[in-house]
């Protein structure tokens, strides 16, 4: 649910299929990236796309945080760390919005 606070009301509200373990909000403050008790990561572009499905943790994933330039992803579970590349679709997105500020 994300909520504007002076207004006091729902801006978005995300169902989830799973119990969320961690989420982080991604710098271009359109991208939300939710860790689940199942071992998988939803990252969801933006609020109108669904979400890709991401795997690779062996264990429940207890934190998500991005780089400054929302490049990459890390995630920590027991035992171990993983550095994601984010998918292309990201860099397309950002492309687009700079030909359409020209």
């Not at 909000?25 to 991208?31: E, F, T, V």
């Not at 550095?83 to 679709?89: C, E, K, N, Q, T």
């Amino acid at each position: 649910i994300m909520r504007d606070y002076e207004a006091q009301e729902v801006i978005h509200r995300i169902p989830l299929l799973q119990f969320p373990s961690c989420f982080s909000i991604h710098p271009n403050g359109d991208s939300l990236a939710v860790a689940t008790t199942e071992n998988m990561i939803l990252f969801y572009p933006n609020a109108e796309e669904k979400p890709y499905d991401l795997y690779g943790h062996g264990g429940v994933i207890f934190d998500i945080d991005f780089d400054t330039k929302g490049e990459r992803m890390i995630t920590g579970s027991n035992g171990e760390i993983i550095l994601w590349a984010l998918p292309s679709f990201q860099k397309k997105k950002q492309k687009k919005e700079k030909k359409d500020k020209k």
